[in-house]
């Protein structure tokens, strides 16, 4: 199940708080009744994925007891080797579920022939998220930042649906200790409820709008092996229109996530900050995926790295592994390991101080990152290298494409609207008014706005609940990779 | 600081009221389905039902009672939004409020050549003696200016025409292009297609059925009696706001104004005996005057959530095969006519020159055409198909990829 969906919205969530809140006495149950909840979840739609994926759980957290246990008693060598289990059991169910018709493919590309045959694997919806949020907790119960648990803390934290699919990635000490201590915390709750409702008109309004406008425009280009030419204005427009759906996508599905863990009484962090005012790749990634990249750094990059940094030939080695794992970990495909190579080139050469700009060029920094970001995003989103070099020959015109065609007017007359607010909403315009609000108080804005406010949420609400009884949304691009 | 959460606050009381009411709301509608999830999750191995319905829940919403009243608002922020496709462009609205089937990607090319081989050897097979006429009527998209005219989105209907109207010359086939008849014709767009269903209308069929006799007598030298060509012989009733075709049901009847519906009757009498087989293989029959005999009256009084239109008053639109007997005149024309469902309402007006009309649906039947044709002695063969209906199931005949001339 996903959240923008009328079955989440009118049956699922308010259920889900009511029964909640009916519990506020005590937070066992509540717990228990949120683990039930998350089984539903997940269960609902997709079945015959359930019984891997509670399988893959429950293995996770009878590692986490043992590694606790063996490290309580002492047994650290033991500890290591349910630990190492637990990095080869994940590790290894993505690898079998997810690259295996990769390697597949390319062990019978370098031997040209087709000796190996290992068949197809399909892996379960949220896996991706979820191998990753067990491995770190199974390394945080090795290195001792998560203590003392039950079994139900334990399930709670690995199955907590508002981000069992896509994350964020929060660590279990950041989840729990996030909790209110308040039975019902009012003000968590009504920001969470406005959080939730941002998110579902960023998803359902602005994202899955841009959605055919990039879908469209990148399917063009390529239908089956065939490689077509697309003019250079229309080029342009899907890739600014899929640089702009991947960002909303991303902040829309955050967002409900944070919105209704807020609901719940949990306060996480972020995950996204306004990434296209980035002044740097590194800026850039930093403000993206936020707990992705934290994660990869956490878990990933700071046990490569033993010399903390001072190694330079280690640390590029280090970040360039990185990034070709976070490149793969997207997508079986190389056009994933070439954006990812793409990226750590200019974190390198940031790093290494060898692209510096002077304080003052803040508008040629912002047109560097976005250059280097959408040359990235056209690897990211087409299906082959073949069509990625055929699509930057269509932006650049080098196809003997024409610059312009009518499909160009039919999408900016039927998208221009979307396009426009998508623009302007990729910059912080609602941080600045609520920053602004905070410092005047007693302003007459203010005070009409504590009207106003409420009715666009709700008016917002009810356009994407009329959008989703009439159509469907599209599904989440971190779901779908 | 009260302040900046005064707001939020009003808000999430209104929304949990909201949420609260929808829950009621959709436990009420749906709690069948829920059950059978929740059952088939306790009972079934595989959880596949549980998996099909919980799917079905979350797409299909059209059973939800004030289903219509999402329509309209819907329409309203299309409006505002200023936009025309619906549903990732699969439909087309135009501002007339006329819908559309969109088609984003051109659709791989028919084998128009090998069809119209196919059809040059099935004039050979029915004889020198039987005349063989391909009818092409415009789709509704052909002559309409939709907004996403210039762009691939447009269906290539006038293309597909063009092009297999060029091989019917090339192959000898006498061919009648409807279009021509719609450009002289006094009537307006508007006129001749309803707003909601891809089918053309009663008058149109009527313009229609008046070309292809004027080309009988013209080009064939067949002496019709042209008083029943003139609509003062019939009775014209409008029925206004019944018709809500197969595009308005699919994306939601309220979505676009209703299209009236005109029933056209002879005032002339009339005795027919409609024999057919449906699609699902039922047999039946009518018989009586054209009221009696040809039409279905029931389906006038349609409800809206059915697939079915008023389209279908005459001969059901579209059946397996069909036969209809003219007993007042079993001299007339023998003539067999393998087509889509744009004939039905021309074969009911054809009737009074016709002893006998069979009618063949290569999409809803298998009937061995070759045969049929082998084993009756028409005088007219007409194949019928307008252009999205010009594909390899429209040509089962023939289809061994022998050339023209063997047989």
């Known amino acids: 199940?996903?959240?923008?969906?009328?079955?989440?919205?009118?049956?699922?969530?308010?259920?889900?708080?009511?029964?909640?809140?009916?519990?506020?006495?005590?937070?066992?149950?509540?717990?228990?009744?949120?683990?039930?909840?998350?089984?539903?979840?997940?269960?609902?739609?997709?079945?015959?994925?359930?019984?891997?994926?509670?399988?893959?759980?429950?293995?996770?957290?009878?590692?986490?007891?043992?590694?606790?246990?063996?490290?309580?008693?002492?047994?650290?060598?033991?500890?290591?080797?349910?630990?190492?289990?637990?990095?080869?059991?994940?590790?290894?169910?993505?690898?079998?579920?997810?690259?295996?018709?990769?390697?597949?493919?390319?062990?019978?590309?370098?031997?040209?022939?087709?000796?190996?045959?290992?068949?197809?694997?399909?892996?379960?919806?949220?896996?991706?998220?979820?191998?990753?949020?067990?491995?770190?907790?199974?390394?945080?119960?090795?290195?001792?930042?998560?203590?003392?648990?039950?079994?139900?803390?334990?399930?709670?934290?690995?199955?907590?649906?508002?981000?069992?699919?896509?994350?964020?990635?929060?660590?279990?000490?950041?989840?729990?200790?996030?909790?209110?201590?308040?039975?019902?915390?009012?003000?968590?709750?009504?920001?969470?409820?406005?959080?939730?409702?941002?998110?579902?008109?960023?998803?359902?309004?602005?994202?899955?709008?841009?959605?055919?406008?990039?879908?469209?425009?990148?399917?063009?280009?390529?239908?089956?092996?065939?490689?077509?030419?697309?003019?250079?204005?229309?080029?342009?427009?899907?890739?600014?229109?899929?640089?702009?759906?991947?960002?909303?996508?991303?902040?829309?599905?955050?967002?409900?996530?944070?919105?209704?863990?807020?609901?719940?009484?949990?306060?996480?962090?972020?995950?996204?900050?306004?990434?296209?005012?980035?002044?740097?790749?590194?800026?850039?990634?930093?403000?993206?995926?936020?707990?992705?990249?934290?994660?990869?750094?956490?878990?990933?990059?700071?046990?490569?790295?033993?010399?903390?940094?001072?190694?330079?030939?280690?640390?590029?080695?280090?970040?360039?592994?990185?990034?070709?794992?976070?490149?793969?970990?997207?997508?079986?495909?190389?056009?994933?390991?070439?954006?990812?190579?793409?990226?750590?080139?200019?974190?390198?050469?940031?790093?290494?101080?060898?692209?510096?700009?002077?304080?003052?060029?803040?508008?040629?920094?912002?047109?560097?990152?976005?250059?280097?970001?959408?040359?990235?995003?056209?690897?990211?989103?087409?299906?082959?290298?073949?069509?990625?070099?055929?699509?930057?020959?269509?932006?650049?015109?080098?196809?003997?494409?024409?610059?312009?065609?009518?499909?160009?007017?039919?999408?900016?007359?039927?998208?221009?609207?979307?396009?426009?607010?998508?623009?302007?909403?990729?910059?912080?315009?609602?941080?600045?008014?609520?920053?602004?609000?905070?410092?005047?108080?007693?302003?007459l804005i203010v005070k009409m706005n504590t009207i106003v406010y409420p009715i666009v949420l709700i008016g917002l609400f009810l356009v994407c609940t009329i959008y989703l009884f009439f159509t469907n949304a599209q599904p989440f691009i971190y779901l779908i990779l | 600081m009260n302040q900046f959460f005064l707001k939020k606050n009003i808000y999430a009381v209104v929304l949990s009221i909201i949420l609260i009411s929808m829950m009621i709301f959709y436990i009420d509608e749906k709690s069948d389905e829920i059950v059978a999830i929740l059952n088939s999750c306790l009972t079934d191995s595989d959880h596949q039902e549980a998996g099909m319905v919980s799917k079905t829940l979350e797409q299909e919403m059209l059973s939800i009672e004030y289903y219509d009243c999402f329509i309209y608002a819907y329409d309203w922020i299309q409006n505002f939004l200023n936009k025309s496709e619906i549903r990732d462009f699969s439909y087309i609205k135009e501002k007339s409020g006329f819908l559309y089937y969109g088609s984003f990607y051109e659709k791989e090319d028919e084998d128009l050549l090998k069809f119209s081989k196919q059809l040059r050897r099935l004039k050979e097979k029915a004889g020198g003696d039987t005349s063989f006429i391909f009818i092409s009527p415009p789709e509704k998209d052909s002559s309409a200016l939709v907004l996403l005219e210039n762009a691939k989105i447009i269906s290539k209907s006038d293309r597909i025409q063009d092009e297999f109207l060029l091989y019917m010359q090339y192959m000898q086939i006498d061919a009648l292009d409807l279009r021509e008849t719609f450009k002289n014709s006094e009537y307006l767009y508007e006129e001749l297609y309803y707003k909601t269903d891809r089918h053309w209308t009663t008058i149109a069929a009527f313009e229609s059925f008046k070309a292809i006799v004027d080309k009988l007598c013209v080009d064939y030298g067949e002496s019709l009696d042209s008083k029943y060509l003139d609509i003062n012989n019939y009775h014209v009733n409008q029925y206004d706001n019944i018709m809500k075709g197969t595009i308005g049901e699919e994306i939601g009847a309220k979505y676009t104004d209703l299209d009236n519906f005109i029933l056209i009757t002879p005032k002339f009498d009339s005795d027919y005996l409609w024999e057919y087989t449906r699609n699902n293989g039922t047999k039946g029959s009518q018989q009586g005057p054209f009221e009696d005999s040809l039409l279905m009256l029931d389906k006038l009084n349609i409800k809206t959530g059915s697939m079915e239109t008023p389209y279908e008053v005459y001969l059901n639109r579209i059946n397996a095969w069909d036969k209809i007997t003219n007993r007042q005149n079993p001299d007339g024309l023998k003539i067999l006519c393998i087509r889509d469902a744009y004939f039905s309402p021309i074969a009911a007006f054809m009737m009074p020159y016709c002893s006998e009309l069979h009618l063949i649906s290569p999409f809803d039947s298998e009937i061995d055409i070759e045969r049929y044709i082998e084993e009756n002695d028409f005088d007219y063969v007409f194949v019928e198909y307008y252009p999205g209906k010009i594909t390899s199931k429209g040509f089962p005949f023939f289809n061994d990829g022998k050339e023209v001339g063997t047989e």
């Open chain 1, 1 to 443: 199940m996903i959240f923008p969906s009328i079955t989440f919205l009118a049956l699922f969530f308010p259920m889900i708080l009511l029964i909640f809140y009916a519990f506020s006495f005590t937070k066992t149950i509540q717990k228990i009744w949120i683990v039930f909840v998350s089984c539903v979840f997940y269960t609902w739609g997709q079945p015959d994925d359930a019984l891997i994926f509670f399988g893959i759980l429950i293995i996770n957290i009878f590692l986490g007891e043992r590694i606790t246990a063996s490290i309580n008693t002492n047994h650290k060598l033991k500890a290591r080797g349910y630990f190492i289990i637990s990095i080869i059991l994940n590790v290894g169910a993505l690898v079998f579920m997810r690259y295996i018709s990769f390697i597949q493919e390319n062990l019978n590309m370098i031997i040209q022939n087709q000796a190996i045959d290992i068949g197809e694997q399909t892996l379960p919806v949220g896996m991706l998220f979820f191998s990753l949020r067990a491995i770190s907790f199974c390394a945080d119960c090795y290195t001792k930042k998560v203590g003392k648990r039950s079994l139900i803390d334990s399930f709670f934290y690995l199955s907590f649906f508002p981000f069992l699919l896509a994350g964020p990635l929060i660590s279990y000490q950041d989840l729990n200790g996030s909790k209110s201590e308040l039975y019902f915390d009012g003000r968590r709750f009504s920001v969470g409820m406005c959080r939730f409702t941002v998110g579902l008109s960023k998803k359902v309004l602005i994202a899955d709008n841009l959605a055919i406008v990039s879908n469209r425009i990148f399917d063009l280009s390529m239908i089956g092996d065939i490689s077509y030419e697309i003019p250079v204005l229309l080029a342009w427009l899907g890739l600014i229109a899929f640089a702009m759906q991947i960002y909303f996508d991303l902040s829309a599905y955050s967002d409900m996530a944070i919105g209704i863990a807020l609901c719940l009484g949990y306060k996480c962090p972020e995950n996204v900050d306004y990434p296209y005012l980035a002044k740097s790749v590194t800026e850039f990634w930093n403000r993206f995926h936020i707990s992705l990249m934290k994660w990869f750094d956490q878990y990933f990059l700071r046990p490569l790295d033993r010399n903390n940094g001072t190694n330079k030939d280690r640390m590029v080695l280090n970040i360039f592994i990185m990034w070709c794992v976070i490149g793969l970990w997207h997508g079986p495909n190389w056009t994933f390991v070439f954006w990812g190579i793409w990226n750590s080139v200019f974190i390198l050469l940031e790093k290494l101080k060898m692209i510096h700009w002077d304080k003052d060029r803040s508008i040629f920094k912002s047109i560097y990152v976005c250059a280097v970001i959408l040359v990235g995003w056209v690897l990211f989103r087409t299906t082959d290298l073949y069509q990625a070099g055929e699509y930057f020959k269509n932006l650049l015109g080098l196809n003997h494409n024409a610059i312009y065609n009518d499909l160009v007017t039919v999408f900016l007359k039927e998208f221009g609207l979307v396009l426009v607010i998508g623009l302007i909403f990729l910059f912080p315009i609602a941080r600045v008014f609520n920053n602004w609000q905070i410092n005047h108080p007693e302003s």
